[in-house]
């Protein structure tokens, strides 16, 4: 996931609803221009945050994982969804604030809510899915990149992370190989090509 600008807000009881709004709408330019560099529709690796970092072990064993600071930082976001509840941009910014700090449950809601609005967004719905592979749910990640697939099947981001779900999550190295080697196939000069054909040739020799 990228990561944003912060500003240090003042307390929110001072602030109008007008500033908060304003506040809302320059966090939001930024940080999508920021996540614009790293997430871009073109590039081969959609969004840092979609990714297991690499190829995790285990999902992250506390599904409750406090915010920190991410409530402090939502509120003028917040405060302008309030009065614009359907704003997509809005939301997926939200969603992607929690994920940032680990706390995959609310950053699920947001991403579902925007999913709500705009479904074929394939690279939403990939965070959403790897959001739920943190919190221990590898099935359901699964079901959220199949439903990407289904949009745009070569969506490279997707089946990189399906790959991962797959092999680490479900144990199942037959389904993590295709996924992989369909990445390669259409998608030659994916970034860490090298390290992933390792992967496949590795998992081909331990189950052969």
Same mark, same amino acid.
């Given at each position: 996931?990228?990561?944003?600008?912060?500003?240090?807000?003042?307390?929110?009881?001072?602030?109008?609803?007008?500033?908060?709004?304003?506040?809302?709408?320059?966090?939001?330019?930024?940080?999508?221009?920021?996540?614009?560099?790293?997430?871009?529709?073109?590039?081969?690796?959609?969004?840092?945050?979609?990714? #297991?970092?690499?190829? #995790?072990?285990? #999902?992250?064993?506390?599904?409750?994982?406090?915010?920190?600071?991410?409530?402090?930082?939502?509120?003028?976001?917040?405060?302008?969804?309030?009065?614009?509840?359907?704003?997509?941009?809005?939301?997926?910014?939200?969603?992607?604030?929690?994920?940032?700090?680990?706390?995959?449950?609310?950053?699920?809601?947001?991403?579902?809510?925007?999913?709500?609005?705009?479904?074929?967004?394939?690279?939403?719905?990939?965070?959403?899915?790897?959001?739920?592979?943190?919190?221990?749910?590898?099935?359901?990640?699964?079901?959220?990149?199949?439903?990407?697939?289904?949009?745009?099947?070569?969506?490279?981001?997707?089946?990189?992370?399906?790959?991962?779900?797959?092999?680490?999550?479900?144990?199942?190295?037959?389904?993590?190989?295709?996924?992989?080697?369909?990445?390669?196939?259409?998608?030659?000069?994916? #970034?860490?090509?090298?390290?992933?054909?390792?992967?496949?040739?590795?998992?081909?020799?331990?189950?052969?």
């Amino acid at each position: 996931m990228h990561k944003q600008q912060r500003t240090d807000p003042a307390p929110a009881s001072t602030w109008t609803a007008r500033e908060a709004y304003l506040l809302a709408v320059v966090c939001l330019v930024v940080g999508l221009a920021l996540g614009y560099m790293l997430r871009g529709s073109s590039a081969p690796v959609v969004s840092a945050a979609s990714a #297991p970092a690499a190829a #995790p072990s285990a #999902p992250a064993a506390n599904p409750a994982a406090p915010a920190g600071d991410a409530d402090l930082q939502a509120a003028p976001l917040k405060a302008a969804l309030a009065t614009d509840p359907k704003n997509f941009d809005l939301l997926v910014h939200l969603g992607n604030l929690y994920y940032d700090k680990h706390a995959f449950a609310t950053a699920i809601d947001y991403y579902r809510r925007a999913l709500e609005l705009r479904p074929n967004e394939v690279n939403v719905r990939t965070d959403l899915g790897t959001a739920y592979w943190y919190l221990g749910f590898p099935q359901k990640a699964i079901q959220e990149y199949k439903q990407s697939l289904k949009v745009d099947p070569g969506h490279a981001q997707t089946l990189f992370n399906m790959g991962v779900v797959y092999n680490e999550g479900l144990k199942d190295p037959a389904a993590a190989v295709a996924a992989w080697e369909k990445l390669l196939k259409l998608h030659p000069d994916y #970034p860490g090509r090298e390290r992933i054909q390792g992967m496949i040739e590795e998992l081909k020799k331990r189950n052969s």
